[in-house]
């Protein structure tokens, strides 16, 4: 008897443990994004925030130099673009005057001046995607700030995601390579609307929907389409055509979309109080 | 002070040093998983059920942090503290690259477990050519950390001698 005991109650205990987690699982399912679940996810970080905010600030020099060494390459490489774009903006500073109306006209024309007058709440970026399965930043602002769900979230280069998850200090964004992102985009050249999907982790995004007859150029810019009822407003650039096929017989283009923004390396968004309904 | 206080102190070390450090050492995806590794180290120095509950304690703080479905984490970590500790018990307990070894092949196969269970609960993404490199690299990189890692749950579960894995 004591030797069923012995090797029984190990079992037991992990049999409990899985059906907790298991009973868990159901309800963060059921919850979807109110209820207890997300309540104890805010309350914890709310409650953390101070402690992260503190070792982020001992860590920080640790983390750059980790970081630089990680990604020496990725580093030089951005130094040497940096520079060119430098050289670049000085020569085109000495053009100023009729380039400058030229490109307001432009950026007009294609609906890139993305923010307009919509309010927005400027935040720093707390924590990257913890983990390879969960492509979702942390920003500083949270509901004190007006921060809600369902907010777009944009960077200078353009959009970045979507907030999932409001805490009083804290706003969860998932970003729009996240596999269960997807965002209506169209064509700035030709007005073409389809969607943008995630792929994941370290993927371009997939552009879904687009007529195999239209003519899709490399480089082209893609906007949010801001159709009815899109949770983006519109013009906000989402990314550029890296390739873009068509297979014999397919009822769509198979596009691909790399984001103008920088994804894993974003430090400072802006989220745009916006909501469908304006 | 007790076990659990002392156990909870390295939870909460672990959390933050995920949280503000181990997640920024990225390579490719990649980095070091360090509450799993508190799970694999707790099933190696305390058994099967011990192993089970602080893979659980560490998986669901973990999951208070994410935004993959709550209690996935700790249920990979609660499976594998105990898998680790059932497994231990045939172990001899002297060497010390038993922990950095059993870090290496556990994290390893908790996070494949990891991305499995998140297919297998509405998650396909989760299983991708990638997650066996993701798996690979958070294993190496917590073989790393694993001494220190025993050191401090030797501490915290006062059970074992320090030097036992980590000299």
């Known amino acids: 008897m004591a030797v069923y005991r012995r090797t029984s109650r190990p079992r037991f205990t992990l049999l409990l443990l899985v059906l907790t987690a298991i009973t868990l699982l159901t309800l963060d399912e059921r919850s979807n994004g109110l209820g207890i679940v997300d309540g104890a996810r805010d309350g914890a970080q709310d409650l953390f925030a101070p402690v992260k905010s503190a070792a982020d600030s001992v860590f920080r020099p640790v983390t750059d130099f980790f970081d630089g060494a990680l990604h020496y390459g990725q580093v030089t490489a951005e130094n040497d673009r940096l520079r060119e774009q430098l050289a670049e903006r000085e020569s085109a500073m000495l053009q100023a005057a009729d380039a400058a109306r030229e490109r307001e006209a432009l950026l007009d024309l294609a609906g890139l001046d993305f923010v307009g007058d919509i309010p927005t709440v400027a935040a720093r970026v707390v924590m990257t995607p913890a983990s390879g399965f969960d492509l979702t930043l942390s920003i500083d602002r949270g509901r004190d700030a007006g921060v809600a769900r369902g907010m777009p979230v944009v960077s200078g280069g353009g959009l970045v995601g979507q907030v999932i998850d409001v805490s009083r200090t804290r706003s969860t964004v998932r970003l729009l390579t996240d596999a269960s992102s997807n965002v209506g985009v169209r064509l700035a050249t030709t007005g073409e609307t389809g969607v943008a999907a995630g792929r994941g982790a370290g993927s371009t995004l997939r552009m879904d929907l687009v007529d195999p007859v239209t003519k899709v150029d490399k480089g082209e810019t893609v906007v949010t389409s801001g159709l009815q009822n899109s949770v983006y407003p519109p013009g906000i650039p989402v990314g550029k055509v890296v390739a873009a096929t068509t297979a014999t017989g397919a009822l769509q283009q198979d596009v691909t979309i790399e984001p103008t923004v920088d994804l894993p390396r974003v430090t400072f968004v802006k989220v745009l109080q916006w909501s469908p309904a304006r | ?167």
Do not use: C, K
């Open chain 2, 1 to 167: 002070m007790t076990s659990r206080v002392r156990l909870s102190l390295v939870l909460l070390v672990a959390l933050t040093l995920h949280q503000s450090l181990f997640v920024t050492l990225r390579v490719d995806d990649a980095h070091p998983q360090v509450m799993l590794l508190v799970a694999v180290v707790g099933g190696l120095l305390a058994g099967a059920e011990r192993g089970a509950l602080i893979g659980f304690a560490a998986g669901l703080l973990a999951d208070l942090f994410v935004q993959t479905p709550l209690g996935l984490s700790a249920l990979t970590f609660a499976l594998v503290g105990f898998v680790v500790g059932s497994l231990q018990a045939g172990i001899v307990h002297t060497a010390w690259w038993i922990g950095p070894v059993t870090a290496l092949l556990a994290s390893f196969a908790g996070v494949v477990l990891y991305g499995v269970l998140g297919a297998i609960i509405g998650q396909a993404h989760f299983v991708s050519p990638r997650l066996l490199l993701v798996a690979a690299g958070a294993g190496v990189m917590n073989a790393v950390l694993a001494l220190p890692v025993v050191r401090a749950m030797s501490w915290a579960l006062d059970s074992r001698p320090a030097g036992a894995y980590a000299r």
